[in-house]
């Protein structure tokens, strides 16, 4: 296993929000996006919900996101 290299930096990037779909989750991503925009200057925020807490996202959340985002957050409430 190889991690992806790290960004330099989040200016002008696309950023994916991914909400596990548990309580608060959602307003918790909507948050740190904010702040980080603020700090950054993002090109975009694509926002995604995952259909259960427990399981990976939808095939076509997760190859979205490999297509156009640059990095992803994921979030997790309660």
Do not use: C, W
């Amino acid at each position: 296993f190889t991690p992806a290299p790290r960004l330099k930096s989040l200016k002008g990037k696309v950023i994916g929000l991914l909400d596990n779909s548990k309580m608060n989750s959602d307003k918790m991503l909507k948050e740190i996006g904010s702040i980080l925009n603020d700090k950054y200057g993002f090109k975009e925020v694509i926002v995604r919900r995952k259909h259960s807490a427990s399981l990976p996202p939808k095939p076509e959340i997760a190859d979205e996101f490999v297509q156009k985002v640059d990095a992803v957050i994921a979030g997790i409430g309660d």
